[in-house]
Structure formats: C-alpha cells, structure tokens
C-alpha cells in the first residue's frame, strides 16, 4: 500500500511539474508573440545583428555608430564587451532609452577558460576525463557571467585531422565519437541544467560545418567532401550538442557542396532545424555572409544577405548586410516578413531563457565578479585540468621523474615566458599572472634540487615569421644578444648540471585562427640548439608547449623524454613542475596523431583500408619510400611513470542477433611502483560492410585509477547500435556480418577478438 501511495505521489509531483513547465513555455510565448506584434521591421532586423565592442590600451570602447544603433533598437547583440561597469553601461543604454526597451545579450570568445585559463581544448581533450572538461567550461561560464556575459562562441567541435590548421588547437582531435562526447560535456558545462542560473551563459556550436578539413589545411580554404563523410565524420558533434541543449549555432566559413555555409538551406533547415530539431538561434561567423560575394557565390552584400536569411541564419556577426539591406530586400519581396521575425522569435527566446528580460543587470553585479574572478579554487582547478591534459610522450630509462638532489640545467625560450602559457584565444585572462615553468620548478624544488637558467635560443630566429605573428598580436619578444652568446650561455650551464630541461615550441599566436603552417617541425633555431645540447652528452628532457601535432622524428630519437604539456593555461608551470618532479603521474593520451612528417597529412587512427594495402614484401602496395605508413605516436597513445599490464581480454559470447548485447572483460594491473590513471580503450572493426569502414573505431573506454600492485576488472558493454554503421543513403544500420572487437593501451596496441552479428 505505501508503495501504491509514493508511485501515486510521484505520479501528481510528476504532473504537476510539466503542468508548470508547459505553463512556463506559454507565458514565454505569449510575452514574445506580443513583442514581436509591436517591434518595427527596423528594430526586428537590430536583433538580428551582432556587433563588436573594441578593446584597445586605455579599456573598452564602443564606436559612436554603434551607441547610436543601441538607442535606436538598431542593434540587439554587442561581442567583446565584458566587466560589470562596461556591460552595464550599454545595457542601461538598451534598457533605458529605447522604444521597447529589450535587452543586449552580449557574446565573448571563452574559449578554455575567461579569467581563470585551462589547457587548450586540444589539449584538454587529452585527458579523456568528461567530468574535468564539463567542469573546467562550468568555472569559465561562472567567471565569464560574472563579468556581464551571457554568451560564448564554444565549443567548437570540428574534428580535425590536418595539424598544418591552427585552429586544431580549439577542438576535441580527431575522433568522432570522443569528440561527440567532449561537445556534450562543454555545452552541459557552460550551460548547466538551467539557462536562467546566474552561473551558466548560452553555448554556441561551431563551425556548422566541417570547417576542419579545410584544404591543405589552411585556414578559410576550401572543402570538399562526400556527403557520406559529412553525415557520418563531420556532423556527428554537431548533433550531439544539439542533443545536449545547445542554445545557438555559429555557421561556418567554408563551402559544402559548392554551397557557403551561411547560405546552406540544407544545412540550416534541411538538417539543423527539421531533422535534427533545433530550436536556438543561428549566427554566422564574422562577416561570412558578405565573404559569400569572393566566394563566387552571391552577386553582391545584398544578395548575400537574401541568400542567409532564406537558408536559415537568424543572426549576423559584424557583416551589417542584414542591418543594411533586409528592409530593402523585404520590400521586394526577396524575404517574407514571416522569416524574419522567425528569426527574431528564436533570438528573443534565448535572451528570455537567459533571464534577461525579467532582470537585464542580472550579471552586473560587482560583489560576485571581485569574488569569483580567477579565484584560488579556480586557480587550483586549472591546476588539475593542466596536469590532466599532459601526455608523457618518451620516457628512456625512467630519466622522469627527477630525482632529488639534482642540479638542472632550465633551458629554452619559453622556460621564464608566462604569455605563451595562456595559449591562442585566452580571453579575458590575464598572463602577467600565470605561473612560468621557472617559477613552478622554484617553488616544487625548494629543498630538493637546484635549478640553474639560461635562455639559449630565441623562440625564433625567422623575421619575416616574428613579423607577421607581431602585426597580429603574437608578441613575439627577441633577445638582443646574439645566438652564439645565448647558446655559450646555455652550455656553460648546462656542463655544470646532472641533467637538462629544455622548454621549446611555439609561441601562442603559431596556433589559432588564421595560423596555419606548412611546416610544424619545431623552428630551426630550436632544433640548432637543441642539437648543440645534444652533444653535451647530458640527459635532456623535452617540454613542449604547442597548439597542434609537431613532427618530432629526430626529437623522439635524440632526446631521452618529452613532455606534451600543449598550452596548459594560468597554471601551467605549477602543473609541468609537478609533473617533473613526480607528484602527479601522467596519464593523459592524444586524441589526434603524431604524423612523422608533413607528406604523411591527412594521417589518423581511424582510417580505412585500400585495395592493396601495405605488404613490405610487395612493391606495388600503399606506402612511402622514404616514411613509415604509421604516425610517430598514434592516437589514444600515452607513457606513465608506472607500468600496466593488460590480461587476457574475454568475451560472454562470440555470437548476438541484432538487438542484443555483449560484454568484454579484461583486468589491469598496476606492476609499478607508483599509483596512476590508465585510460583503456575498446574499438571495433567491421570486416565487410556494405560501405567500407575504417580499420579501428573507437566505441568505448573507461579511465582508471590503480594503487601500485593492485588490480581491476575493467568491462564494456555494447549493443547492436555500437555496430551500427552509415549506409549509401545516409542511414546508419547494424549490419549482420562479421567484425573485431580491440582492446588494448591505444590505437595500435591492442588485442583482437572475433565477434559476430547474426540477424
């Protein structure tokens, strides 16, 4: 009886709850409907744009065009504007002296992290650690609202498989499925449970889509591609942040079948609003409606305009061609009102969702951004994250961890550098406050080790490179003493030390939009010095910092181990000192591959077989004559300071008809002497298929924490869907068939099991 009454309970609570919400929902569209009745076709067409705020030396400014667009309901969106007393400012400007007086919402690019940084994206990726990458968004999300924000153009979820493009630094690597899984985590993380809290800001997907296989991989280019590599590569993230709630969609700069992004009815509507169902706003990336002109595709801004509004964009970034010529075109009859305020409508329901029509200063308050503005436990989280995201990529003869009673030779330009630490697109952090990789080891070694420091080398030597990266903000700082003095220097140093740590890569601006290089060695100036290192026969330890791949073939030979720190952020060298000295053991694992060299590119773990795959007794088979056909380090690769040993992986069944399920079961063991994470992985591989499928897919894993000498039964479990794969029309289905199921320490090292799906 009483569980009659709790069911019966639970049953009323349930109703009345969605009685409330779709209350709620009504409200909320009577108040919008009743908006849009009134609003001038000028003041629908101002929500519909987005403009930019501009920060220079002496603070947050705003062009006088575009105050006056505020007071006249001409605009409804400001980007690069943040700080309590700035947002406030224009807010109380949209509020108190328009017509209708709605709200701003204002955007910002928070990237990984606003004031408090985390690891770049990609490097973050690497920590395989779902929890830590919805949290780090939720830190910035609390930061960045904290500051007047309500918006952040992220996360962007192109998977990428070419490291010439900068702009991998920002996205989850290579993968489909992991990346669909970190695009879910980073919108929950910014939006939270309810888009109303004060803590949480809207998300935005981006670039809708497949912007990450540019051609060549140069940023803004071209791509082409098959519709089955769309649907079943590139589309999947997007998705799943749809899926997760995201509140809007940030189109893309390339084409898709000769078609621009922004212009793109079949993926704005077709997909994104009718199949998939999504219910946010569209805004484009920065003037990409007027770049449909170069591309060949619009006859001039006016069309361009007409083109983006029919295909689905609701909002346009900085472009002004809807602010420009909608009326117009509206006039003509070239756009129906009807779309228009389509368009208006899903804008308004954001800011609604937002919470800023029932308090525009919700986010200006000035007690919280003091207190939550890079605080000591966002400081202390970004210190996790960063150690969480390193991946020990050489580790010859245990030189790592240090030892006590060292003296280390700290070399390299980027050992006392702190700009570089915060990475491309740091937001609103400030780098005079992060932690070196000088400061860290101090502070770790006190007692310990002795640290000895000499530059060496300039971060470059190219001057035509330090010149371009400086007209764009890449602060690129010289030493005004020659090579030769710098590496005297360096060497005199380094006779007198036990070992050396060498902190090399790139500088910040080497990565991130509008960053691409055709070649990702380490600058040769580096290399130089690093051979001149090399033969002072001391033991070196390679720290990168970087926003992508590099190629490290005489790298991975010559040095006795490398450290991928990435861009690790406010705590950077707090973190890579700890990692160093072994008070926290590595555990991280690349999402995207190490190529050997350049002419390997596009290369990935997931890719699929050919006619004549490769045979090294056959000369006619797939292959290079001067490179291996693998990647230096695959994915999913990743040392620790421990060692783990993989049992015998088991299936319950050899057999399953569509439908059912199967579990894999193998142990792990710690046979090491220090406790550490394990990241095991699970992939499959459908032999025949009615489309050819890649070698390896990645379907599961599960992150481990191991005592030294202890054990564990790790299990998956999959079901006929995990099996599933895209058919010629775009469908995904589980075919009966035979298939591999891997498991194993990466993409390469795994064992192999036969496994079949009957009907």
């Given at each position: 009886?009483?569980?009659?009454?709790?069911?019966?309970?639970?049953?009323?609570?349930?109703?009345?709850?969605?009685?409330?919400?779709?209350?709620?929902?009504?409200?909320?569209?009577?108040?919008?409907?009743?908006?849009?009745?009134?609003?001038?076709?000028?003041?629908?067409?101002?929500?519909?744009?987005?403009?930019?705020?501009?920060?220079?030396?002496?603070?947050?400014?705003?062009?006088?065009?575009?105050?006056?667009?505020?007071?006249?309901?001409?605009?409804?969106?400001?980007?690069?504007?943040?700080?309590?007393?700035?947002?406030?400012?224009?807010?109380?400007?949209?509020?108190?002296?328009?017509?209708?007086?709605?709200?701003?919402?204002?955007?910002?690019?928070?990237?990984?992290?606003?004031?408090?940084?985390?690891?770049?994206?990609l490097g973050e990726s690497c920590s395989w650690d779902l929890k830590s990458i919805e949290q780090s968004a939720r830190v910035a999300a609390t930061e960045a609202a904290a500051e007047g924000l309500q918006w952040t153009f992220a996360p962007m979820v192109d998977i990428a498989r070419d490291p010439r493009w900068g702009r991998i630094a920002e996205g989850a690597g290579e993968d489909t499925w992991l990346g669909s899984l970190i695009a879910a985590a980073r919108v929950k993380g910014f939006q939270g449970n309810d888009l109303g809290a004060i803590n949480t800001i809207a998300a935005c997907a981006k670039h809708y889509a497949a912007y990450g296989a540019a051609q060549g991989g140069r940023d803004y280019n071209v791509v082409d591609m098959s519709l089955y590599s769309?649907?079943?590569?590139?589309?999947?993230?997007?998705?799943?942040?749809?899926?997760?709630?995201?509140?809007?969609?940030?189109?893309?700069?390339?084409?898709?079948?000769?078609?621009?992004?922004?212009?793109?009815?079949?993926?704005?509507?077709?997909?994104?609003?009718?199949?998939?169902?999504?219910?946010?706003?569209?805004?484009?990336?920065?003037?990409?409606?007027?770049?449909?002109?170069?591309?060949?595709?619009?006859?001039?801004?006016?069309h361009a305009a007409q083109l983006a509004l029919n295909a689905g964009v609701d909002m346009d970034m900085q472009g002004a061609t809807f602010y420009n010529y909608l009326k117009d075109l509206n006039k003509e009859d070239k756009v129906k009102l009807l779309e228009i305020d389509k368009a208006v409508r899903r804008i308004l329901s954001i800011k609604y969702d937002l919470g800023l029509f029932e308090d525009p200063y919700r986010y200006c308050d000035e007690k919280r951004e003091a207190e939550v503005s890079f605080s000591k436990k966002n400081q202390d989280f970004a210190n996790e994250v960063a150690k969480k995201s390193m991946v020990l990529l050489k580790n010859e003869a245990n030189v790592l961890p240090l030892k006590k009673g060292l003296t280390i030779a700290l070399?390299?330009?980027?050992?006392?550098?702190?700009?570089?630490?915060?990475?491309?697109?740091?937001?609103?952090?400030?780098?005079?406050?992060?932690?070196?990789?000088?400061?860290?080891?101090?502070?770790?070694?006190?007692?310990?080790?002795?640290?000895?420091?000499?530059?060496?080398?300039?971060?470059?030597?190219?001057?035509?490179?330090?010149?371009?990266?400086?007209?764009?903000?890449?602060?690129?700082?010289?030493?005004?003493?020659?090579?030769?003095?710098?590496?005297?220097?360096?060497?005199?140093?380094?006779?007198?030390?036990?070992?050396?740590?060498?902190?090399?890569?790139?500088?910040?601006?080497?990565?991130?939009?509008?960053?691409?290089?055709?070649?990702?060695?380490?600058?040769?100036?580096?290399?130089?010095?690093?051979?001149?290192?090399?033969?002072?026969?001391?033991?070196?330890?390679?720290?990168?910092?970087?926003?992508?791949?590099?190629?490290?073939?005489?790298?991975?030979?010559?040095?006795?181990?490398?450290?991928?720190?990435?861009?690790?952020?406010?705590?950077?060298?707090?973190?890579?000192?700890?990692?160093?000295?072994?008070?926290?053991?590595?555990?991280?694992?690349?999402?995207?591959?190490?190529?050997?060299?350049?002419?390997?590119?596009?290369?990935?773990?997931?890719?699929?077989?050919?006619?004549?795959?490769?045979?090294?007794?056959?000369?006619?088979?797939?292959?290079?004559?001067?490179?291996?056909?693998?990647?230096?380090?695959?994915?999913?690769?990743?040392?620790?300071?421990?060692?783990?040993?993989?049992?015998?992986?088991?299936?319950?069944?050899?057999?399953?008809?569509?439908?059912?399920?199967?579990?894999?079961?193998?142990?792990?063991?710690?046979?090491?002497?220090?406790?550490?994470?394990?990241?095991?992985?699970?992939?499959?591989?459908?032999?025949?298929?009615?489309?050819?499928?890649?070698?390896?897919?990645?379907?599961?894993?599960?992150?481990?924490?191991?005592?030294?000498?202890?054990?564990?039964?790790?299990?998956?479990?999959?079901?006929?869907?995990?099996?599933?794969?895209?058919?010629?029309?775009?469908?995904?289905?589980?075919?009966?068939?035979?298939?591999?199921?891997?498991?194993?320490?990466?993409?390469?090292?795994?064992?192999?099991?036969?496994?079949?799906?009957?009907?």
């Amino acid at each position: 009886m009483n569980k009659k009454l709790l069911l019966l309970s639970l049953l009323i609570i349930g109703a009345n709850f969605l009685t409330a919400q779709t209350q709620k929902q009504k409200e909320k569209h009577q108040f919008i409907d009743s908006l849009i009745n009134i609003m001038t076709i000028e003041e629908k067409i101002g929500q519909m744009s987005l403009f930019t705020s501009d920060w220079d030396k002496t603070g947050p400014t705003l062009r006088e065009g575009y105050i006056n667009d505020i007071k006249s309901g001409k605009a409804g969106a400001i980007f690069n504007a943040y700080t309590v007393a700035y947002t406030r400012k224009l807010q109380k400007i949209a509020v108190d002296e328009t017509r209708l007086h709605i709200p701003l919402i204002f955007g910002y690019d928070v990237i990984h992290g606003h004031r408090t940084i985390f690891p770049i994206p990609l490097g973050e990726s690497c920590s395989w650690d779902l929890k830590s990458i919805e949290q780090s968004a939720r830190v910035a999300a609390t930061e960045a609202a904290a500051e007047g924000l309500q918006w952040t153009f992220a996360p962007m979820v192109d998977i990428a498989r070419d490291p010439r493009w900068g702009r991998i630094a920002e996205g989850a690597g290579e993968d489909t499925w992991l990346g669909s899984l970190i695009a879910a985590a980073r919108v929950k993380g910014f939006q939270g449970n309810d888009l109303g809290a004060i803590n949480t800001i809207a998300a935005c997907a981006k670039h809708y889509a497949a912007y990450g296989a540019a051609q060549g991989g140069r940023d803004y280019n071209v791509v082409d591609m098959s519709l089955y590599s769309l649907h079943n590569t590139y589309l999947p993230p997007f998705k799943a942040c749809v899926d997760a709630g995201v509140a809007t969609f940030m189109t893309a700069f390339n084409e898709i079948n000769g078609i621009p992004c922004s212009a793109s009815n079949y993926l704005l509507n077709d997909i994104l609003k009718n199949a998939w169902g999504f219910r946010g706003f569209v805004v484009t990336d920065y003037t990409s409606i007027n770049e449909m002109v170069p591309h060949g595709y619009a006859t001039d801004e006016k069309h361009a305009a007409q083109l983006a509004l029919n295909a689905g964009v609701d909002m346009d970034m900085q472009g002004a061609t809807f602010y420009n010529y909608l009326k117009d075109l509206n006039k003509e009859d070239k756009v129906k009102l009807l779309e228009i305020d389509k368009a208006v409508r899903r804008i308004l329901s954001i800011k609604y969702d937002l919470g800023l029509f029932e308090d525009p200063y919700r986010y200006c308050d000035e007690k919280r951004e003091a207190e939550v503005s890079f605080s000591k436990k966002n400081q202390d989280f970004a210190n996790e994250v960063a150690k969480k995201s390193m991946v020990l990529l050489k580790n010859e003869a245990n030189v790592l961890p240090l030892k006590k009673g060292l003296t280390i030779a700290l070399v390299g330009p980027l050992a006392k550098d702190k700009r570089n630490l915060l990475g491309n697109w740091s937001a609103a952090g400030d780098w005079k406050k992060s932690i070196s990789v000088w400061e860290g080891l101090q502070t770790a070694s006190a007692g310990k080790n002795t640290i000895q420091y000499a530059k060496g080398c300039n971060l470059l030597d190219d001057q035509m490179l330090i010149q371009k990266l400086n007209g764009s903000g890449g602060d690129i700082e010289t030493d005004a003493r020659s090579q030769a003095e710098m590496l005297k220097e360096a060497l005199e140093v380094a006779g007198k030390s036990d070992i050396i740590i060498a902190v090399m890569g790139e500088s910040q601006g080497m990565s991130g939009e509008a960053a691409s290089r055709s070649d990702i060695n380490l600058p040769e100036n580096q290399k130089i010095f690093l051979k001149a290192l090399k033969a002072s026969g001391k033991p070196i330890v390679l720290v990168l910092m970087n926003g992508r791949p590099l190629t490290l073939p005489w790298e991975n030979e010559n040095m006795n181990a490398i450290v991928e720190t990435w861009f690790s952020g406010s705590m950077a060298g707090e973190a890579i000192a700890q990692i160093l000295l072994g008070e926290y053991n590595p555990g991280a694992k690349l999402t995207i591959s190490f190529p050997r060299s350049v002419g390997q590119i596009p290369i990935y773990y997931n890719m699929k077989n050919t006619g004549r795959p490769f045979d090294q007794n056959n000369k006619y088979t797939s292959k290079y004559l001067d490179v291996e056909n693998t990647p230096l380090y695959p994915f999913g690769y990743g040392l620790s300071y421990t060692n783990y040993e993989y049992g015998k992986a088991i299936l319950d069944k050899n057999k399953i008809h569509i439908g059912e399920s199967v579990k894999i079961n193998i142990d792990i063991s710690n046979t090491g002497k220090m406790a550490g994470e394990e990241i095991v992985q699970l992939y499959i591989h459908h032999i025949q298929s009615g489309t050819t499928r890649p070698l390896k897919e990645l379907k599961g894993f599960e992150k481990i924490f191991l005592e030294a000498g202890t054990k564990k039964n790790v299990g998956f479990e999959l079901n006929s869907n995990d099996f599933a794969s895209m058919t010629q029309d775009l469908k995904m289905i589980c075919e009966p068939g035979k298939y591999e199921i891997m498991v194993g320490r990466n993409s390469e090292d795994l064992q192999k099991l036969n496994f079949e799906i009957i009907k």
